[in-house]
């Protein structure tokens, strides 16, 4: 069947630190993958998205590559800010499954000053 | 554009009390869904609806009913509610090529 898992957190970085939250996926197939972000208290909010092999998502200086031969979707971004501090959520859409989401558990994020 | 909105934001019931949980859409989106959210499990489908009329189970639907007598609306009942039920929940509504558009959530605790 289809499913995500995401490293396991919480991750911890210094403001300006490279950050790198690894995502993998099982499905047949060619499913869209996306990454969500949530903010203490408040929903998931999209973040970026691609949708077929070897496409970058991008977004607020976070990118994320579609990697068709190792099945992963890896977001990662130059220098992060205190305000990136969040939960971020790896998930795929699969077509033959209804369109339905599956989700990975979701990596904790602090950013310190 | 309001997108997606929830109501209540907060909710105490009593076990075996019975509740719904309001969802709203003005995006004409034909895709709905109900998610939970419990610490270190991230989010589990409960039900899904692809258009007025047609529901569906998610992973997680026991103790939970859906209807869909209308595209933009999408509640979820709780028929008798358990300290398991205990949750953040997440309405979400889904563009045809797109993502998920989530609402704020609503935080309820079974006493």
């Known amino acids: 069947g289809n499913s995500v898992t995401q490293m396991e957190g919480p991750v911890t970085l210094s403001e300006e630190a490279f950050l790198t939250i690894n995502c993998t996926y099982t499905a047949t197939g060619y499913p869209s993958l996306f990454w969500y972000v949530q903010y203490p208290g408040e929903g998931l909010q999209l973040l970026l998205k691609a949708t077929k092999a070897d496409d970058k998502g991008s977004n607020k200086g976070f990118e994320a590559t579609y990697r068709k031969e190792t099945t992963s979707f890896h977001l990662e971004k130059g220098s992060v800010q205190v305000s990136d501090s969040a939960v971020y959520f790896c998930a795929l859409r699969h077509p033959n499954t209804g369109n339905q989401f599956y989700f990975g558990t979701g990596t904790s994020l602090t950013v310190i000053p | 554009n309001a997108g997606v909105t929830q109501t209540p934001k907060f909710q105490v019931l009593k076990t075996g009390q019975s509740m719904t949980l309001q969802c709203a859409q003005d995006?004409?989106?034909?895709?709905m869904s109900w998610y939970r959210q419990d610490p270190g499990m991230g989010l589990r489908l409960i039900h899904y609806?692809?258009?007025?009329?047609?529901?569906d189970q998610g992973e997680v639907p026991n103790g939970y009913n859906v209807s869909r007598s209308t595209t933009e609306d999408f509640p979820l009942r709780l028929l008798s509610a358990a300290p398991s039920q205990t949750s953040v929940y997440f309405c979400?509504?889904?563009?045809?090529?797109?993502?998920?558009?989530f609402g704020p959530g609503t935080r309820l605790t079974v006493l």
């Open positions: 979400a509504s889904t563009q045809d090529s797109g993502g998920q558009f």
């Open positions: 995006m004409n989106h034909e895709y």
């Open positions: 609806s692809v258009g007025a009329g047609i529901t």
